[in-house]
């Protein structure tokens, strides 16, 4: 008999308690129902049924440690598959994952029968699966031999389908998936996974009929839509891709993904006001969707803007990131090699890597201990090349930002730097919690981050003059002598060979910059440069033109401007980037873009020997063609305005013999020149870095803080928790700045 208190029936039956616990349970009383279990455990310690309802009722209560606690004991005292889902899906609301993935695991080999376990393992991988990637492949062989046990065990196959997926083994993921219709399974979401997995292989032609399947089995199913509107836009199909981004929307005209996506496809075809119309919106319908905002910000400097008002729009996208500063650091003062902590999406083949990879090459690893923090999953040449050249490399693309801030601070990072800003992929929010006593940005985009906790952005005296020291910016400038670009050119590169007027016997310009960039404002210029020289040519090559439709997009604002389509010519891709440089033996002259001026194009021109025309403007974006011109010593081709611009394409048409000499002379020039003097580049950049951090150390004897270990607060390794709820397919695209 259970003897309960004076307020209860005296004495009852170990079932009758129980019962009662449970009615309790029922009624959402679970003080009353954990007092009830706590007096039978008094009596019978080890009562399985006690300890898990009460367990059960702790966590309801918010004693979810406890009742974590009282599910770990029920696995040791009664191993069973129930036992061990209680225990992982507790440990799911505690943010232990990599434990909760282990008592799956275990839950569904005890018991491959029982549907509701594979069905919160299956939402569990749906979940917290990207999170678990390298330790995934650790399992998949134990759910495996549930497969063997039960070979036509339909949520086995989904789950070793996910696994696979989740841990990037794409190929044996597709597999799978193609399993399951067999199987029965011919769900949409089935086929939005596979799309998803066809995807990311760069299978689009698959990826495009399995998202097709997916809407045709559910047409009010969001995610396909959303899917399809990326498929299309890799396939170069931009209408397709707005038509169904559209699509979700009107599914579901809540759904931010949908919208932000939507603003991406506008942005690409330079629709740049719709663009940020959509980015605003996702903000209106989640103001802290810090992905869109990086978005918007980005966005903005693709057209003429107003500087005031941007610069209000970066400080308010910090507003979204605060996090709880340490109190704290516990680097030393003293002499001794300083840690330099790299964080960037961009460590492989990107524009990024160009002009960081001769940075690195050359740091001095006597007085600098280097770090990378690689955030995507994925390598390739690049990236082994970065690997290999850091003194500690560490891949994070699975963890959480506040992981990552408490990892940064005990590395003893003295000096951390973003080499993304609001660019795709960014970690700016890490930033927010300034694991490092200095923190600078550099390189990946051309304005500040917005945020008082980032120290210095590295410029130079042409993109950011000294005179403008305060305007429009959070951060200090660490200004390096010549220009802030270091460049490194490819291997094998093709000859510049002789300029093509010489045969032709008329000027070719050229431009081959992101579609994104050619605004209405450079596309008026460029329209009044073949005006002032009737019998030139313009080629215009950039990957969005694999879409006729982009093509006839470009030409029809030529024509409105009065050029005759005749004198407009495209370029298809070039897959290899030694194709692609070739196409520059067909300019004579190329045009950069404007506001948005242009940096590995400009450098791939050049050393192609292709002069440059560039046009100035009010701000770090559209100077940067000025950084690298002026450094090498072309002043005269840079126009500050746009009947300068047009003066300078005339003067420099006429001058077919300057054309040539440049064509003959520009590697050796550049070869010589600080922007391909990587050693030297080094050697400055560094002493910035030691100025950054002998100041900080000034200012903490100044300030008489005593340095101690304090360190951040734990935090977890992965994403918030998250319940378990009814299961659902559904992956995240890693294709930068696309939510799926």
């Known amino acids: 008999m259970i003897h309960l208190g004076r307020d209860e029936i005296v004495n009852l039956t170990l079932d009758d308690a129980i019962k009662l616990g449970v009615k309790f349970q029922q009624e959402n009383n679970h003080e009353k129902a954990a007092a009830i279990y706590e007096q039978i455990l008094n009596v019978v310690p080890d009562n399985v049924s006690a300890l898990s309802n009460l367990a059960v009722s702790l966590i309801h209560l918010g004693r979810l440690e406890l009742g ?18 209680n225990f992982a899906n507790a440990l799911v609301q505690g943010n232990n994952f990599p434990l909760a993935l282990e008592n799956y695991v275990k839950a569904v080999e005890l018991a491959p ?16 699966g990207d999170g678990l990637a390298d330790l995934l492949p650790n399992f998949i062989q134990k759910v495996a031999n549930v497969l063997k046990k039960v070979p036509q065990a339909k949520y086995v196959n989904i789950e070793l389908a996910l696994m696979y997926h989740k841990s990037f083994n794409l190929d044996k993921a ?16 089935l086929y939005n996974q596979l799309g998803l997995a066809c995807l990311f292989k760069n299978l689009l032609s698959d990826a495009e009929n399995a998202f097709l399947q997916s809407a045709k ?30 699509k979700a929307i009107e599914i579901d005209p809540q759904d931010v993904k949908s919208y932000n996506n939507l603003a991406n496809l506008y942005k690409n075809q330079t629709k740049i006001d719709e663009s940020i119309r959509c980015y605003q919106k996702v903000l209106e319908i989640d103001p802290n969707h810090v992905q869109a905002f990086s978005n918007l910000l980005l966005c903005y400097h693709y057209a003429p803007y107003d500087r005031k008002e941007v610069f209000e729009v970066h400080k308010k996208y910090a507003t979204i990131c605060q996090a709880e500063l340490p109190k704290s650091y516990s680097n030393t003062c ?45 390598e390739d040449r690049f990236t082994a090349r970065f690997k290999e050249l850091m003194d500690k490399w560490i891949p994070c693309s699975n963890w959480s930002t506040p992981y990552l801030a408490q990892r940064i601070y005990e590395d003893k990072i003295d000096i951390l730097i973003d080499l993304s800003g609001h660019t795709g992929n960014n970690r700016l929010p890490l930033f927010a919690h300034k694991p490092a006593p200095i923190q600078m940005t550099y390189l990946g985009y051309p304005d500040t981050t917005g945020l008082s906790t980032v120290d210095y952005r590295i410029v130079d005296q042409y993109v950011e003059p000294p005179e403008e020291d305060g305007l429009y910016t959070t951060e200090k400038p660490l200004r390096v002598p010549h220009s802030y670009f270091c460049y490194t050119p490819i291997e094998k590169c093709p000859i510049t060979g002789d300029t093509p007027a010489l045969k032709n016997g008329y000027i070719t310009f050229g431009s081959f910059n992101n579609y994104a960039k050619v605004s209405d404002t450079i596309v008026d210029v460029w329209a009044a440069v073949l005006k002032a020289i009737p019998t030139s040519k313009f080629l215009l090559k950039n990957q969005a033109l694999k879409d006729p439709d982009t093509w006839q997009h470009f030409k029809g604002r030529m024509v409105e401007r009065g050029i005759d389509p005749h004198r ?3 370029s298809k891709f070039e897959k290899s980037t030694q194709d692609h440089l070739r196409v520059y033996q067909k300019v004579d002259i190329a045009l950069d873009s404007f506001p948005y001026n242009g940096a590995t194009t400009t450098f791939e021109a050049l050393w192609m020997g292709v002069p440059v025309v560039t ?21 005269n081709l840079i126009a500050n305005t746009a009947d300068e611009f047009v003066t300078l394409c005339q003067t420099l048409a006429k001058d077919v013999k300057y054309i040539q000499n440049f064509r003959q002379t520009i590697r050796e020039k550049m070869q010589k020149s600080p922007v391909m003097d990587a050693k030297t580049f080094t050697r400055e950049l560094e002493e910035l870095y030691q100025r950054a951090w002998n100041n900080w150390c000034e200012n903490q004897s100044n300030q008489h ?9 734990q935090l977890p390794q992965t994403q918030p928790k998250s319940t378990i709820k009814k299961v659902f397919f559904g992956l995240r695209s890693n294709k930068p700045n696309y939510c799926v």
């Open 705 to 713: 803080e005593q340095i101690s270990e304090q360190p951040i607060e």
């Open 174 to 189: 597709i597999e799978y998936y193609k399993k399951l219709p067999k199987l029965g399974i011919k769900t949409a979401e």
């Open 568 to 570: 407009l010519h495209y």
């Open 334 to 378: 003293e002499k001794r090699k300083l840690r330099i902590g790299y964080v960037s999406p961009d460590f492989k083949r990107h524009s990024v890597a160009f002009f960081f990879e001769p940075i690195i090459e050359n740091h001095d690893h006597e007085k600098f201990e280097i770090y990378g923090y690689h955030l995507i999953k994925g």
């Open 615 to 635: 046009l100035v403007g009010n701000a770090h974006v559209s100077r940067v063609g000025k950084s690298i011109l002026a450094t090498l010593g072309f002043d």
């Open 68 to 85: 974590i606690q009282q599910f770990a004991k029920i696995t040791e005292l009664a191993p069973s598959g129930d036992a061990f889902m």
């Open 217 to 246: 089995l559910n047409p009010n199913f969001i995610s396909p839509h959303i899917n399809l509107g990326i498929c299309y836009e890799m396939l170069s199909k931009h209408q397709k891709s707005i038509e169904h981004a559209l």
């Open 113 to 128: 029968e029982h549907l509701q376990n594979h069905e919160n393992f299956c939402n569990f991988l749906t979940q917290h």
